[in-house]
């Protein structure tokens, strides 16, 4: 399977806290979650100055789209937020993982504000599995232990999700629909809250077992359309 993994690098992975979470870079890390579920993957780094590398040809090549951001989701072109969201709606697959809640490509495919609440406390979470039979979850038990993540809350800004795959807890007392997905015309995407650059998260087993499960289950199980058609509108396609 092709994923492309679009991560950012950020000032915050430079400091000590971020260098000792992800001595390697967290975008190395994230890749090899693929790369170890036998997927060729393509990674690309996000900036200050935008996205490098995913042209044309990676994108429409791409069977799978991983997305982390954060400091940098308004230097993201709409145009480019636009083709992903339409080769989502022509059935590639994507997961959006943390503050992805706030990049173009997921405010376009929920079609809200993606806001929440938030602390940045190096708070454990617990993910509980209020889906016990799906496919991202299977053989991951009840609930998943994080020891260290940001706190995201509700209220969560998303529509109601097509399927409710996990609620993070934290200690504060909030909660959050942490693992859900989307379904977007023939495609599918998974969001996933926890995954701060500063805390270890991507490197537990069991976090890294999901995010591979949730990759085969949004990856598209027929070829991805060519273009959308209508028959009444020629040369119609979601910009
Ligand atoms: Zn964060």
């Known amino acids: 399977m092709k994923v492309a993994v679009v991560c950012e690098h950020n000032p915050s992975m430079d400091t000590e806290e971020g260098k000792k979470a992800y001595p390697e870079g967290m975008n ?4 090899d979650v693929f790369r170890e579920a036998g997927c060729e993957v393509t990674l690309l780094r996000a900036d200050e100055n935008g996205v490098h590398g995913l042209d044309e040809t990676v994108l429409e090549s791409a ?6 951001g954060h400091w940098y989701h308004h230097k993201v072109s709409d145009e480019l937020a636009g083709k992903i969201a339409d080769r989502v709606h022509r059935g590639m697959g994507m997961i959006c993982l943390h503050s992805a809640h706030k990049s173009k490509p997921f405010l376009r495919l929920t079609g809200t504000s993606g806001s929440l609440k938030w602390r940045e406390d190096a708070e454990f979470e617990r993910l509980w599995c209020v889906d016990m039979a799906h496919p991202v979850a299977r053989g991951l038990g009840e609930f998943i232990d ?14 109601t999700p097509d399927e409710l795959v996990y609620i993070g807890w934290f200690r504060g007392g909030e909660v959050l629909r942490g693992g859900c997905v989307f379904r977007r015309g023939r495609g599918k995407m998974f969001y996933f809250n926890p995954g701060h650059e500063t805390y270890p998260t991507y490197k537990l087993p069991a976090v890294r077992k999901l995010l591979a499960q949730a990759c085969e289950y949004v990856a598209p199980k027929a070829p991805v359309l060519e273009k959308l058609d209508c028959p009444h509108i020629p040369e119609f396609s979601i910009k």
């Open 146 to 159: 994080i020891p260290e993540e940001e706190m995201y809350g509700e209220p969560f800004d998303i529509p």
């Open 63 to 68: 069977e799978v789209l991983v997305w982390w």
């Open 28 to 31: 190395e890390c994230l890749a």
